[in-house]
């Protein structure tokens, strides 16, 4: 079994920044892609941010320039470091992992495991 856990969400003002950081323990592995994805209350859940084993990193044009996402696979963390940030990016966060290659990123349905998520609250 694999677990994720986020941490560093709270509350902003418009302009501020933020970095979220996931852990992974149990299972051990190399995750082909960590990745981050938010959900804002009523819609659906939406990529953020990849980065695959290798280091190539991809992001949704809402938050390209904006949000870097990095990983230490020696300590099993992905971060996600977040500035110039506005009302718009409040939503839950989550840490996803896909344990295999598969070609595709932006889909959550790819993933394979996820973790509890943690807020991000970006106020005007």
């Known amino acids: 079994q694999v677990q994720l856990v986020e941490s560093g969400g709270g509350l902003v003002q418009a302009g501020g920044s933020l970095r979220l950081s996931c852990v992974r323990s149990?299972?051990?592995?190399?995750?082909?892609?960590m990745a981050w994805f938010r959900q804002a209350p009523g819609k659906e859940r939406e990529f953020a941010a990849a980065?695959?084993?290798?280091?190539?990193?991809y992001y949704a044009d809402s938050v390209k320039g904006r949000f870097t996402i990095s990983r230490d696979n020696a300590r099993n963390t992905v971060d996600l470091q977040m500035n110039s940030l506005t009302p718009e990016d409040t939503a839950v966060y989550y840490c996803?992992?896909?344990?295999?290659?598969?070609?595709?990123?932006?889909?959550?349905?790819?993933?394979?495991?996820w973790g509890q998520g943690t807020q991000v609250t970006v106020s005007s």
């Open positions: 149990g299972r051990t592995f190399s995750p082909s892609v």
């Open positions: 996803a992992c896909q344990v295999k290659p598969r070609g595709q990123l932006q889909g959550s349905s790819w993933y394979d495991y």
């Open positions: 980065i695959t084993w290798s280091g190539s990193t």
